[in-house]
């Protein structure tokens, strides 16, 4: 017997991995529509989208509310099944739960009865079905740009039986729930398969989804936070001892005005020696729901806030979100402005300012103005400075340290021990 469970172990090393994943930097969601001149109409109506939602939760129960994805950068390929279909996913560390379009996503509206008057933010309340809603000046389908999964193409497929639903303040992805093998990079290249996932298969998408070059949302964040209590993808495959160890490590690429080109890479089961420099200090997560841990200062030049505060690393968001109060002396001491209609500070593209400097411990992190000064996407001279106002409304983390924070140093996410290290990202340009 003591044989056999050696030979158990040592089969269990053999299959262990450390698998890197490629990524493909896309337009952020936000820079489109403020070129299209539909920026400031689409926060409209998610300001209303939000009161609507904060109103409704309190006579009913409606799914959990999590990141809007509007300002998502970077993209990486899954596949799902057996053979293998292949979909592109945004990998958020701020959420927990994988979906894609169904096969059958904007094809069988429930409740279509109104739509003639049903149409734009109050849809999304009145119809059971999204799809109902349309996108565009057309309201076409929203399902209609995406791949989508057959699950009778997939010899591995399971039912499950099990109805999802999750919320977004942009509107919500629903459908119903099934299992399958999913595979973590896509045909032709390096990948980690991962047996007997659930994930969502959704049949009705919110209209934000409309033309975005992205199918679907891995989340890479904890179980506690996943809507159902469905197990993680990453989780799952450490907990079938798939990897050689329970972290993954995140290298983004510096942001530039070029889009569909490489954009870094995600290294599952080991530490990115290559992209990444020593690793400089690690701090434990004071929650293990999103990664969460403590920053004890925060500033730029003049200005300095050792108040210490609530952070989580979040690779779904493409700027860094703070209070607002801390957020405009930010501002202040870089000589950015808030423009309102934009929603976002903005400096002169060749604006020379200090670094942004974030203590984590006992360590200061400083980043640079390649990763604070951002193309704005409207044909001017302005940048965004890549700070935004942000409330929790006294509730979870007070701080987002997004995509700028990340590119200027890798993250690894230590889902074993529950910690997050910082190295310096060694970028080639």
């Given at each position: ?254 942001e530039g005005d070029q889009n569909g080109v490489q954009g870094g890479v995600y290294t599952y089961g080991g530490i990115d020696t290559k992209n990444c ?153």
């Amino acid at each position: 017997m003591q044989n056999l469970f050696l030979l158990l172990a040592l089969v269990a090393a053999a299959l262990a991995a450390v698998v890197q994943v490629p990524l493909v930097k896309i337009e952020p969601y936000r820079n489109r529509l403020i070129r299209e001149g539909r920026w400031v109409q689409y926060r409209k109506d998610r300001e209303i989208r939000r009161f609507m939602m904060n109103k409704q939760s309190n006579d009913m129960s409606v799914g959990q509310y999590v990141n809007d994805y509007e300002d998502e950068a970077y993209v990486g390929n899954i596949t799902i099944g057996t053979p293998q279909q292949q979909f592109k996913v945004i990998l958020d560390t701020g959420s927990s739960n994988l979906w894609i379009p169904d096969i059958t996503c904007g094809t069988k509206p429930e409740n279509c009865s109104t739509v003639p008057a049903c149409r734009g933010i109050i849809c999304q309340f009145e119809c059971d079905d999204q799809a109902c809603c349309g996108a565009g000046a057309n309201y076409t389908d929203s399902c209609f740009y995406q791949n989508k999964f057959d699950a009778s193409k997939s010899s591995s497929y399971k039912t499950n039986g099990r109805n999802f639903i999750i919320e977004y303040g942009t509107g919500s992805a629903r459908g119903f729930l099934g299992q399958d093998t999913i595979t973590f990079g896509g045909i032709g290249e390096p990948q980690l398969a991962v047996p007997n996932t659930v994930f969502g298969q959704a049949t009705s998408l919110a209209a934000f989804f409309e033309g975005q070059p992205l199918d679907g949302i891995l989340g890479l964040a904890f179980k506690s936070i996943a809507v159902d209590q469905i197990t993680p993808p990453f989780i799952n495959a450490i907990n079938q001892n798939l990897v050689d160890l329970p972290l993954f490590t995140v290298f983004l690429e510096h942001e530039g005005d070029q889009n569909g080109v490489q954009g870094g890479v995600y290294t599952y089961g080991g530490i990115d020696t290559k992209n990444c420099g020593p690793v400089i200090a690690y701090q434990p997560l004071s929650s293990a729901t999103y990664y969460q841990f403590k920053m004890s200062a925060i500033g730029s030049g003049s200005y300095h806030s050792s108040k210490g505060w609530q952070v989580i690393s979040d690779t779904g968001t493409s700027l860094i979100g703070g209070p607002k109060a801390y957020v405009s002396a930010i501002a202040d001491a870089v000589g950015a402005t808030w423009r309102d209609d934009y929603g976002v500070y903005i400096l002169p593209c060749s604006a020379k300012i200090n670094t942004l400097d974030i203590t984590i411990g006992n360590q200061v992190y400083n980043i640079d103005s390649s990763n604070t000064i951002i193309p704005l996407g409207d044909g001017s001279n302005n940048c965004i400075y890549a700070i935004f106002p942000f409330s929790s409304g006294g509730f979870g983390p007070s701080w987002i340290l997004g995509d700028p924070f990340i590119r200027q140093y890798c993250n690894i996410y230590d889902v074993g021990t529950q910690r997050v290290g910082f190295a310096k990202s060694l970028q080639s340009k």
